[in-house]
């Protein structure tokens, strides 16, 4: 049996329902989580995008996101915002659950958060960049039942999809690592660095599971 599920769409009203915090990883729990990466990654490699969906999205209340940001996927269980920045930010947000229209939207411009990963561990991710935060923040609303288009400020900020290479587009390419990025570090970095010893930590590489 495949373990992708169905993304549901706006009009579903299970994307209204707060979901309910994870008290003990269970089997259930775990084929959940594999269930949440596998529907993520079917779709990225259907559209070449998706960074993260959460577990409303599949239909199941369940207080899980799933995160993929090109390196070894990540799962925050119940995910906790303990700090928020008070510089804010309007940025064009899309949805793979409201796949008509990109909405602007006021996101904290950084945040800190707690969560659990797969093994149970108390996790910690402090004062994350705005690209992050702002995905994060996407993400904690589904699990309390928000959508993006709840946090429009006005009409005009609900767009077509079509919109979506002018307005979201160019913006999320600034972000990304290109080439003459990585020369402008190396003409920028101080040279005693370029020869740092790296050695591997067995305890980190099992806490972290890299």
């Given amino acids: 049996m495949s373990q992708i599920r169905t993304i549901l769409i706006d009009s579903d009203p299970r994307l209204r329902i707060a979901s309910r915090t994870v008290e003990e990883i269970t089997p259930d729990v775990t084929a959940m989580i594999t269930a949440l990466h596998a529907t993520l990654a079917d779709f990225r490699a259907r559209t070449g995008f998706g960074r993260a969906i959460s577990c409303p999205q599949i239909g199941e209340p369940l207080r899980i996101v799933a995160v993929q940001l090109g390196g070894q996927p ?34 904290h411009a950084s945040i800190s958060l707690t969560y659990q990963n797969e093994s149970g561990k108390t996790c910690h991710w402090n004062h ?38 002018k307005l979201i ?17 190396a003409s920028r970095i101080n040279p005693t660095f370029l020869a740092s010893p790296q050695y591997r930590s067995p305890t980190l590489d099992a806490a972290l599971g890299v």
């Fill in 74 to 107: 990540v799962t925050l269980i119940n995910p906790l915002i303990v700090w928020r920045s008070e510089e804010t930010q309007l940025v064009w947000d899309d949805c793979m659950s409201v796949p008509n229209h990109i909405a602007n939207v006021r996101r």
């Fill in 128 to 165: 994350l960049s705005a690209s992050l935060a702002e995905l994060i923040q996407h993400e904690v609303d589904h699990l309390d039942g928000v959508l993006m288009v709840d946090r429009i400020e006005h009409p005009e900020d609900l767009q077509p999809i079509s919109q979506h290479h």
């Fill in 169 to 185: 587009a160019p913006r999320r390419s600034e972000h990304r690592i290109k080439l003459d990025h990585i020369a402008s570090a």
